[in-house]
T-cell receptor, first 111, second 114 residues
Framework: QQQVKQSPQSLIVQKGGISIINCAYE??????FPWYQQFPGKGPALLIA?????SEKKEGRFTISFNKSAKQFSLHIMDSQPGDSATYFCAASKGAYKYIFGTGTRLKVLA | NAGVTQTPKFQVLKTGQSMTLQCAQDMNHEYMSWYRQDPGMGLRLIHYSVGAGITDQGEVPNGYNVSRSTTEDFPLRLLSAAPSQTSVYFCASSYGGTANEKLFFGSGTQLSVL
């Protein structure tokens, strides 16, 4: 079965620090790699996404780093804030229809 | 703008009972899908639809049925509920196609099967 492996399962970071979440995939046919953010009691919401033709994408404090040869990608949250405390999911898809999600990372940012 | 609406928010069933989880979107999205979320397992795709009258299976389709008679609605049916189906269920939609992959999720249905 196609998998996307996500680590760590949980993460505690001090306010102002850098949060890093990693994902690895197996299927080289995947062509879209999004990160979703989920707050308790809510559905996931798209945070940032990347395609394999670029190695990095930055939106504000959030950056995706992509390593095609290693089949890995990561989310970096710079200047982490207590409001960033949430569960983060990486995902991968071939086309727009069948997504494979990682198992999630619960981030807590201490004030 | 309502987005993706799921009902009910909470449901308790007894083993063997049937029920339908409702999902509606008002964004004219062609693509709709159902996921279940379980602790430590992330989100797993149950069924999806690329348009009215077209459905297909995801990773974990057993025990669930779907149909898509309109663009707006995509109900998920549990014909004979089992305790293994205790989960949080999310409906998601998107325009579909390259450059339109962003999924819009509903707020979820928490289902307990006793």
């Amino acid at each position: 079965q196609q998998q996307v492996k996500q680590s760590p399962q949980s993460l505690i970071v001090q306010k102002g620090g850098i949060s890093i979440i990693n994902c690895a995939y197996e299927n080289t046919a995947f062509d879209y790699f999004p990160w979703y953010q989920q707050f308790p009691g809510k559905g996931p919401a798209l945070l940032i996404a990347i395609r394999p033709d670029v190695s990095e994408k930055k939106e504000g404090r959030f950056t995706i780093s992509f390593n095609k040869s290693a089949k890995q990608f990561s989310l970096h949250i710079m200047d982490s804030q207590p409001g960033d405390s949430a569960t983060y999911f990486c995902a991968a898809s071939k086309g727009a229809y069948k997504y494979i999600f990682g198992t999630g990372t619960r981030l807590k940012v201490l004030a | 703008n309502a987005g993706v609406t799921q009902t009910p928010k909470f449901q308790v069933l007894k083993t063997g009972q049937s029920m339908t989880l409702q999902c509606a979107q008002d964004m004219n999205h062609e693509y709709m899908s159902w996921y279940r979320q379980d602790p430590g397992m992330g989100l797993r795709l149950i069924h999806y639809s690329v348009g009215a009258g077209i459905t297909d299976q995801g990773e974990v389709p057993n025990g669930y049925n779907v149909s898509r008679s309109t663009t707006e609605d995509f109900p998920l049916r549990l014909l004979s509920a089992a305790p293994s189906q205790t989960s949080v269920y999310f409906c998601a939609s998107s325009y579909g196609g390259t450059a339109n992959e962003k999924l819009f999720f509903g707020s979820g249905t928490q289902l307990s099967v006793l």
